[in-house]
């Protein structure tokens, strides 16, 4: 027996939710996923039945929605994650970029959906290994929906399983051991480069400019057909003439996608540029 009465109207009325939020499609498959999630804020509340949290959260949007979006979000990832994209981004992308923005020396990088903070931190080992320290305006910006893992990515601090995807020479330049050799903390001079900050890609993108450069990996894969063309659309906008977007390697973009050039592995180029 079920420790909570979840009925398919309650299954229903939170992927309606989700979808209205933030563009995930919750599917059949993913009953059980959403009951084991939501599980913790029933019982935090002392709820039995999922009908009595989604009254709540009706009730109490301003209070708990951050809270039910981000337990339904999935966060996996590594340090240096489909490695072919960091090595395109530091032998042809981050050279080129150095060549071509001369008049006003800045470099510009998003990561849309950054979770807990390794693919940001590994752009910002590309970029330290490839660009000048002075003389150069480089940012990367780094955007997720979760609250919770913004909190962690800002920190900055991995346990010794997180960090093995990184070369021994870039841990021991850039990450700072604990007393117990249990965690490392990413340094200061790396995190000086990243900007954090909440973002739903749904909601209005409040950046004025155009990056050079767009991470967004094992995001899409979650929103339908629609949304999919609408963000495709919007990071066109987004992008500098000769831009690129890389996406996850399990996301493609449908032919009648015709703002970008498939470079193949998932890596994309505006085109006209």
């Not at 966060?75 to 150095?98: M, V, W």
């Not at 990450?175 to 340094?187: A, C, D, P, T, W």
Request: one cysteine or more; aromatic letters at 12%.
């Amino acid at each position: 027996m079920s420790e909570f009465i979840f009925t398919d109207k309650d299954f229903k009325s939170i992927a309606g939710q989700v979808y209205q939020a933030c563009g995930i499609v919750l599917g059949p498959h993913k009953r059980e996923m959403v009951y084991s999630r939501l599980a913790k804020r029933l019982r935090q509340y002392g709820f039995t039945k999922f009908k009595q949290y989604l009254a709540f959260l009706e009730q109490h949007p301003e209070q708990e929605l951050s809270h039910f979006i981000n337990a339904l979000t999935t966060n996996l990832t590594s340090f240096y994650r489909e490695k072919h994209h960091f090595d395109y981004l530091e032998k042809e992308l981050l050279p080129r970029a150095l060549k071509e923005n001369t008049r006003d020396h800045k470099i510009r990088i998003w990561s849309a959906g950054c979770s807990t903070g390794e693919e940001p931190y590994s752009i910002a080992m590309s970029v330290a290994k490839v660009c000048p320290r002075v003389g150069w305006d480089i940012k990367i910006l780094a955007t997720d929906l979760d609250s919770n893992v913004l909190h962690s990515a800002q920190q900055g601090v991995y346990n010794q399983r997180q960090v093995t995807g990184i070369p021994e020479p870039l841990l021991k330049t850039w990450f700072l051991k604990s007393r117990s050799g249990e965690q490392m903390k990413v340094k200061q001079a790396l995190q000086k480069y990243i900007t954090f900050k909440r973002l739903n890609l749904l909601e209005p993108w409040p950046m004025k400019g155009q990056f050079d450069v767009i991470f967004c990996r094992n995001v899409v894969i979650y929103f339908d057909k629609v949304t999919k063309e609408h963000l495709y659309n919007l990071f066109a906008q987004r992008l500098k003439p000769g831009g690129h977007l890389f996406l996850g390697h399990s996301e493609t973009m449908g032919k009648e996608q015709t703002q970008f050039y498939n470079l193949g592995r998932t890596m994309y180029s505006k085109v006209g540029s």
